[in-house]
């Protein structure tokens, strides 16, 4: 197989500029690459020749190109020159803003006013928490928890700050939790988190900037926070039907094809225009990128798994487009066992396959958390990328709080190595089920007639749709004055939904019937 022809240059520094050459250099080849000119596989020429080309000394050129290394973007391999070997994430680290910028400017956006108020009315105990996204307390593991903390008393010895990326027991158990999962990994590329939603804040103020557009499915759980809003980026939704987000409708709009329609989902400014890929290339050095956020596993909130299909299409057209992709991984764990076949007994179902595990030029990074399936509390989450933007991020996140609690980090460690948390999930995957099944049977004999819903193959969500228009600020209010707190979809989705984010995960069959009784009263006195 022959070598490919070196890159031609051009383009020569500005030596009246501000900037110094070596950056110049830096910024003019991460454009080519960004705009295409440049794409994965392409040999750049030898140090010699880009120094004539660029007119500069060797020396320069050596240390632009170290640069680019360090920054992933470029790699020299034995025999074959220097070749650009990623053009999505690691085009995003030169220049990338200091989060110290936005803790001095107090850019956190306030939640909206059903948001506050479900998190204020969630830790009232007399509330039935319908719509709650976070296990029953009561399936808490206390004899695996109490074993692991036994064993952390006796062996460790010093509570010290962890290392930037999250201490290497972690890191490393992670990483094979990963490769269980198809996700081919090593601990180099595992960054540890406080919690997922830290991870999103990372990458919001380490990675993107000001004037992006992150798309998402409608509705989606990120349409919930204000982090990326708050760093000064805009949502769009995306359709979604029943095999996941509509990868037509995203194809579209990133060739420009149907901007307008997308401009009214925007949730930034209404005048801003969604970028065609092409204009979004161009402009991934200034700050108006595009990224895609994505739940293809047992969504939030919408419940459903992503067909293996779709998940193909999908990460073709991002290759195609080059948009980055944030997989949200949170719920991966959670995938029911639903082939039941002759014998009563239920076969495991294979969970889906992430979009990480067909991710071959660095585009995705993938959002992994223990909150979901273990313990909220313990705060740990945790991202797969390039070992480069991994580097990145901890330095950020050292400056957020000097890393996530070596406690917390040693106990999920210990449940991932020794198998405890395997074992777990098997009980708990059961229960969610038998909990599905009993919420879906109450929904039919009390909502049959006035909605219709989804049918979940795992996570904790149901997403109902009323078929007559609701009036959702009356029905939450009257379901609180019920004891009733209920997430309504529209704090999900880009423009008012009539639906509910129904969970089946913090109630039992039981609990959650006599909510669903209370509801069900609501809805008929405001029928």
């Given at each position: ?157 010093s509570m010290g700050y962890p290392e930037p990326e999250g201490i290497p027991e972690l890191r490393e158990a992670i990483a094979e939790h990963m490769r269980e999962s198809g996700i081919e990994t090593g601990p180099e590329q595992i960054l540890v988190t406080s919690g997922a939603l830290q991870a999103l804040q990372i990458i919001s103020v380490s990675l993107l900037s000001s004037g992006s557009t992150v798309f998402a499915e409608a509705p989606s759980y990120i349409k919930s926070l204000q982090v990326f809003q708050s760093a000064g980026m805009h949502l769009a ?291």
């Amino acid at each position: 197989m022959s070598r490919p022809a070196p890159l031609a240059i051009d383009w020569k520094p500005d030596r009246t500029s501000d900037t110094p050459i070596t950056e110049q250099i830096v910024q003019y080849m991460c454009a080519q690459v960004s705009g295409g000119a440049w794409p994965i596989g392409s040999r750049l020429p030898s140090q010699r020749a880009m120094a004539e080309g660029f007119g500069v000394n060797r020396s320069t050129v050596i240390a632009a190109v170290n640069e680019l290394a360090d920054y992933g973007i470029v790699e020299g391999l034995h025999g074959a020159g220097t070749r650009i070997v990623s053009n999505t994430w690691s085009l995003m680290l030169p220049g990338a803003p200091d989060w110290a910028d936005y803790v001095s400017s107090g850019f956190f956006k306030a939640n909206n006013t059903t948001i506050q108020a479900i998190n204020r009315l969630e830790f009232d105990p007399s509330m039935a928490r319908l719509g709650t996204g976070e296990l029953d307390p009561r399936l808490f593991p206390r004899d695996m928890w109490r074993a692991v903390l036994t064993e952390a008393a006796d062996e460790i010895t010093s509570m010290g700050y962890p290392e930037p990326e999250g201490i290497p027991e972690l890191r490393e158990a992670i990483a094979e939790h990963m490769r269980e999962s198809g996700i081919e990994t090593g601990p180099e590329q595992i960054l540890v988190t406080s919690g997922a939603l830290q991870a999103l804040q990372i990458i919001s103020v380490s990675l993107l900037s000001s004037g992006s557009t992150v798309f998402a499915e409608a509705p989606s759980y990120i349409k919930s926070l204000q982090v990326f809003q708050s760093a000064g980026m805009h949502l769009a939704g995306v359709p979604m039907d029943a095999d996941g987000i509509d990868v037509t409708a995203l194809s579209n709009i990133l060739s420009g094809g149907a901007a307008s329609a997308a401009a009214a989902l925007d949730g930034g400014p209404k005048t801003t225009p969604l970028l065609s890929s092409a204009t979004s290339r161009r402009n991934s050095r200034n700050g108006r990128g595009s990224v895609l956020y994505t739940i293809p596993t047992n969504h939030n909130p919408a419940g459903i798994i992503m067909s293996a299909a779709r998940r193909r299409e999908l990460l073709e057209c991002c290759v195609a487009n080059r948009l980055p992709i944030i997989e949200d991984g949170a719920y991966q764990d959670l995938v029911f066992d639903d082939d039941v076949p002759a014998s009563g007994f239920p076969v495991p179902s294979a969970p889906p396959t992430p979009l990480k595990s067909m991710d071959e030029t660095g585009m995705v990074i993938y959002l992994g958390s223990a909150s979901k399936a273990l313990a909220p509390g313990l705060r740990i989450g945790w991202i797969v990328a390039p070992e480069p933007i991994v580097h990145r991020l901890a330095d950020v996140k050292m400056q957020m709080d000097y890393g996530a609690s070596r406690l917390s980090q040693w106990v999920f460690a210990r449940f991932l190595a020794t198998g405890m948390y395997g074992r777990f999930l098997g009980e708990l995957r059961s229960e969610l089920r038998r909990r599905r099944d009993a919420a879906l049977m109450t929904l039919d004999r009390l909502f049959g007639d006035v909605a219709h819903w989804n049918r979940p193959g795992g996570g904790f969500y149901i997403w109902l749709t009323f078929d007559e228009p609701m009036p959702m600020g009356r029905l939450f209010a009257k379901a609180v004055e019920a004891g009733v707190l209920l997430n309504p979809g529209d704090i999900y989705d880009f423009e008012g939904d009539n639906s509910l984010r129904l969970s089946y995960a913090y109630t039992t069959p039981a609990e959650f019937a006599d909510a669903a009784e209370r509801l069900a009263g609501v809805v008929r006195e405001l029928g």
